[in-house]
C-alpha cells in the first residue's frame, strides 16, 4: 500500500470527546458521545455517517432515537471478518506534535473550562460511537466568545477552539500489523446489524464524516450555537452554565457545511459504554 493511504474521520457537532484507556491488551479508544436533543422541539439533531472514496459514496441517517436503539456504535477498519482489532490504538495529537497536525488540546475541555471536575453522564442523553484507531487532531480553529446563560452582559473571548476533530487511520501501518485486506466497517452493539462493511483498495485513501447536526435548517441555524445541550446530558451539574458563540462573518450563509454546533472534550471522566 502507497505511504499516503489513510481514512480520514471528521467528527463535527454536537459531540462529546473522551479517550478509554482499558488494561493490556486492549488499549485505547477513543467515545465520541453523540449528545442527545430529541427532546427539543425545533432544534432536533440527528447523527450522520458520510463515506467517500474510489468507487465508493454513501450516507447513512440515524434519528437520536434510532442511535440509542443501537448503541454503543463501532467504526474502524478491520479484516473481512469483521472483528475489531487490538489492542485499540486511538490516540490524541501530543501538544508539541510537529508537521501538519494542530495539537488536539484545542477541544474545548469542558472539565477546565467550568473548573468542575466531577461530570456525570445520562447514558440515555449520549449514546456512544466508539473509535479504536487514528490519530486525533483539532481542526477549524475559530476564536469564540463565551458568557453565563443567565447573564446578559457582553461576551468574553474564549480564544481559539476546534469546531472539529479529525482522526486519521494509517492504512499502511496497519497493513503491516496484519490487516492484509482491509475494511471500514460500522456496526452497532448487535454485529448482525452492520450498516456497511467497505472493502478498502490498496493504495487509496477514503474520507468519514460524522456528524451531528441539526435536523431542520433556518431556524436551527443561529449564531448562539447548542452548545447548552451538553448541561442536559449531565446528572451533575458545574455551578455555572454557559452560552457560546462562534463569530460568523455576517455575510456568511449558513449551511450544513458549518454547523452552529462545537465538540466537546472530557479528559477526565469516563462516558458510559
Known sequence: MSQNSLVKITLDGLLLISFRTS??????????GVI??????????????????????????????NVLDKAPLWLY??????????PYTAEPCPIN????????????????????????IKPEKVPILNIPQ??????????????ELVNSDDFQDKSEVATETIAEIDLDKLHRAGIIKPHLILWSQ???DSPFRISLEAGASYEVSVKNAPVKKGSAYHLSNHFRYYYHAFTKQ???HYEIVIPYHHSLTLTEDAPPCINGL???NRLPG
Open 97 to 120: 506534535s510537529p508537521g501538519k497536525y494542530k495539537p488536539f488540546s484545542h477541544v474545548l475541555d469542558l472539565e477546565d473550562f467550568h473548573n468542575f471536575s466531577d461530570f456525570e
Open 23 to 32: 488494561l493490556p491488551p486492549t488499549g485505547t479508544r477513543c467515545q465520541a
Open 190 to 192: 448487535n454485529k448482525s
Open 77 to 86: 477498519v478491520g479484516t473481512e471478518k469483521g472483528d475489531v482489532p487490538t
Open 238 to 240: 458545574p455551578p455555572k
Open 134 to 147: 487514528g490519530m486525533f487532531y483539532s481542526d477549524k480553529l475559530n476564536n469564540v466568545k463565551y458568557r
Open 36 to 65: 442527545v436533543t430529541k427532546f427539543a422541539p425545533g432544534e432536533e439533531h440527528e447523527l450522520k455517517i458520510e463515506v467517500k472514496g474510489p468507487g465508493v459514496s454513501g450516507c447513512f441517517t440515524y434519528s437520536h432515537e
Open 266 to 268: 472530557l479528559k477526565n
